[in-house]
């Protein structure tokens, strides 16, 4: 059974068409995992109405932001921020990418270790992470 591997920065209670999506490839046969940010509480709350289906629970929840360690906030805020000054004027891809979320990188990792056989981005940000799993997976 093939496996297919969602990506998104939020979570899904934010991202209808990533739930639409989910629903459709398990009922077309296909094995679904997802890999999503976690940012809110309150959308922690929402996410639980996914219980039971064949997608739930995330094969990976990367907090950033509220509910990220007190630590890991702090990183995050400071490399998006370096790299939103750099990018543009450091032509490398890694400082552009960095710069369109905060836990790209974290994202990116956690997707890299869920074996599928096709990556799909669910927002612009969520698509270097897809790219970068999909090149490490084959």
Known sequence: ????????TGHP??????????DALV?????????SGR???WSDTAD?????????PPAARIDFGALASPGARLWQRA??????AASG?????AVDVRALH???????RAAARVPADLYVAHNLAALPAAAHAARRGG
């Not at 490399?79 to 939103?84: F, V």
């Not at 004027?89 to 891809?93: I, S």
């Open 39 to 41: 940012s809110h509480a």
């Open 102 to 108: 905060p836990a790209v990188p974290e994202l990116a």
């Open 27 to 35: 009922g077309a046969g296909f094995t679904v995992r997802v890999v």
């Open 48 to 56: 639980a109405e996914f219980e039971g289906r064949a997608w739930w």
């Open 13 to 22: 209670s934010t991202n209808p068409r990533l739930v639409k999506e989910a």
């Open 1 to 8: 059974m093939p496996t297919v591997c969602l990506v998104t």
């Open 79 to 84: 490399r998006g921020r370096l790299a939103q």
């Open 89 to 93: 004027r450091v032509p490398l891809l």
